[in-house]
């Protein structure tokens, strides 16, 4: 049987679609009409949504996606804060927000009821690059005729036009997904490679079989990589550090192009042909889920750098360290020999990423290949209204290895 994981799009890559909105809004039964399945616990308790709850789809339309459910915005009490602050966090990562107003919170109030939370989160959420799409929900809970005046109230304190959706009419939700394809932005296709490649390139892919590779399989990086590699019509050949020479010699030709995972930098270059460009996989994604310039600005920042500063790696992947770790244990061990033993070193993994980045003279990011765009972008838009530089794996090392201005960049 052939595990339908292995062609499924992995969530970095997906529309990131989030519902917010207060307690009992209807965030939950919403997802649940929308995708026939019951993703998310529906109780007239208000707080049953506690974590921010994901589901992939693969919606008609729209394409690959992740839906997800929050906490109301409104929630009370410690772990209540909590929950905001975990609301907040998905924020960052979401290509479209939905924010959800529930007719009845209108409905009960006699004078024009207070918005001001949904205003303040629709503000901070389009801070965070994300689309706004507003709905009024559980629109049948309250007569037809009423309707009309309702929508008109919320539609004047918001200055913008929601969508009334009801979970039991099978038109709304219709009309739902219609309006978030619209609020789809048109965008242009980003590619790894870039303009490094063209049909019928010859690209090895250096790729070390070494305790950080996961057992029976590639990572993720590696994996986009070659399948863009077919799908741009070019022939990949992958080899390890150890055999790359042997590799060239087998090839009868020089390949167009050597893709290279960033540990083994130094050593690939010293191997390669004078005349081939190399890059890395990490450098590549550097510019693909990031801001390869300002990473490049930030690898600069080297050169000032001395051991009385300090500096932030930021790992996306949560696992357990693991023996020459790269983030936990090359990467800092090749910073102290060039900066000095002293030289302060915090490493964060997953989502933890400190809210104030000042006591920092340097952030390291990984290629963020768990990560989708976005959440990338607002990283190192956070890092740049702080003033501090920021950089890459991939680009680091090849500053650490001398030959950063030798290495091929799809910019």
Aim: neutral net charge.
């Amino acid at each position: 049987m052939v595990n339908a994981d292995l062609n499924a799009t992995p969530s970095a890559n997906r529309i990131h679609i989030g519902f917010f909105g207060r307690r009992n809004s209807g965030k939950s039964s919403l997802i649940n009409a929308f995708t026939g399945q019951e993703v998310s616990i529906v109780s007239a308790q208000a707080g049953t949504t506690t974590d921010p709850v994901t589901k992939p789809m693969e919606i008609k339309g729209l394409g690959p996606c992740v839906l997800i459910d929050t906490a109301g915005f409104d929630d009370v009490g410690v772990l209540g804060g909590q929950r905001i602050a975990k609301s907040r966090l998905t924020a960052q990562k979401a290509d479209i927000a939905v924010i959800l107003i529930s007719v009845a919170y209108i409905a009960r109030s006699s004078q024009p009821p207070d918005l001001s939370l949904e205003k303040e989160w629709a503000d901070y959420l389009e801070s965070q690059n994300c689309r706004v799409l507003w709905v009024l929900s559980q629109s049948d809970v309250v007569a037809p005729e009423v309707l009309p005046r309702l929508r008109e109230v919320a539609a004047n304190l918001l200055q913008d036009s929601p969508l009334c959706v009801s979970v039991k009419e099978k038109e709304s939700l219709e009309a739902f997904k219609a309006a978030l394809k619209a609020s789809l932005a048109p965008t242009e296709r980003r590619h790894i490679l870039g303009n490094l490649v063209k049909p019928r390139d010859l690209v090895v892919l250096v790729m070390p079989q070494d305790i950080q590779a996961p057992q029976g399989r590639l990572i993720l990086p590696q994996v986009q990589t070659i399948r863009e590699l077919l799908d741009r019509r070019c022939v990949a050949v992958a080899t390890t550090a150890d055999d790359f020479s042997d590799t060239l010699k087998a090839l009868g030709r020089n390949p167009d192009l050597i893709v290279t995972d960033s540990q083994v930098f130094g050593k690939v270059y010293a191997a390669k042909p004078a005349e081939v460009p190399l890059t890395s996989f990490s450098v590549l994604f550097a510019n693909y889920k990031g801001d390869l310039p300002y990473y490049l600005q930030g690898a600069d920042k080297l050169d000032e750098l001395t051991e009385k500063d300090r500096i932030l790696i930021a790992e996306c992947c949560s696992h357990a360290p693991l023996k020459e770790d790269i983030g936990r244990e090359k990467l800092p061990r090749l910073l102290r020999k060039r900066l000095g033993e002293g030289i302060a070193i915090d490493i964060v993994s997953g989502q933890d990423f400190p809210e104030d980045l000042t006591p920092y003279s340097l952030i390291i990011q990984c290629g963020a290949c768990m990560f989708n765009r976005n959440y990338v972008i607002n990283r190192i838009k956070r890092a740049q209204d702080q003033g501090v530089p920021m950089s890459n794996y991939g680009v680091i090392l090849a500053k650490l290895n001398g030959i950063l201005d030798q290495i091929a960049l799809n910019m």
